[in-house]
């Protein structure tokens, strides 16, 4: 995979067992790491293995990964008791 700017374009494409589910185009990221929280805030209500192609339009490279996707984890509730 090339190198990221800002100003590129990134073409995403979710499939899970081999149907897309989603495409997003994404603009304003620098790494890898960022454009995976992009795609996992963007696919709301997937959970399991996927596969992410990326496209830079900008630079013209393409890579596939395959990531996992779980629930957000619920955050902790503080319980208090009066007696």
């Known amino acids: 995979m090339g190198k990221i700017n800002t100003s590129d374009i990134i073409y995403a494409t979710i499939t899970q067992r081999g149907r897309q589910i989603g495409s ?10 960022e ?5 996992r805030r963007l696919s709301s209500g997937v959970i399991g293995l996927v596969t992410v192609t990326l496209r830079n339009g ?8 395959s990531i996992m996707i779980a629930p957000e984890a619920a955050q902790p509730l503080q319980l208090s008791f009066a007696f």
């Open 58 to 65: 900008t630079q013209g490279w393409r890579h596939t990964r």
């Open 35 to 39: 454009i995976v929280r992009a795609v």
């Open 24 to 33: 997003f185009r994404l603009s304003g990221l620098e790494s890898f790491s």
